[in-house]
């Protein structure tokens, strides 16, 4: 489940949000735990922490989801920079 949080003038409130379209990137048995998306190219990049002690891997998309490639990073990968 997913949740949005709305910012009336006196506090916050989190409403839970059902998403009745399929996933663009399914989780599988891995652990993600980043997510960025390059301004420029709109290719999405997604972080596999594995077992927090092992180097992780991050994972490439297109913008319609179809995978690009992979690489080992380093320890728990979870920011990304674009430039």
Same mark, same amino acid.
């Given at each position: 489940?997913?949740?949005?949080?709305?910012?009336?003038?006196? $506090?916050?409130?989190?409403?839970?949000?059902?998403?009745?379209?399929?996933?663009?990137i399914s989780q599988g048995s891995r652990n993600l735990y980043?997510?960025?998306?390059?301004?420029t190219t709109g290719n999405i990049y997604v972080s596999d922490?594995?077992?927090?002690?092992?180097?992780?891997?991050?994972?490439?998309?297109?913008?319609?989801?179809?995978?690009?490639?992979?690489?080992?990073?380093?320890?728990?990968? $979870?920011?990304?920079?674009?430039?």
């Amino acid at each position: 489940m997913s949740f949005i949080i709305l910012m009336p003038a006196y $506090g916050n409130w989190i409403l839970p949000l059902q998403l009745c379209l399929p996933a663009l990137i399914s989780q599988g048995s891995r652990n993600l735990y980043g997510l960025g998306v390059d301004p420029t190219t709109g290719n999405i990049y997604v972080s596999d922490a594995i077992d927090y002690v092992q180097k992780g891997k991050v994972y490439r998309y297109h913008p319609d989801g179809s995978l690009i490639d992979s690489f080992t990073a380093g320890v728990i990968p $979870g920011g990304f920079y674009f430039q």
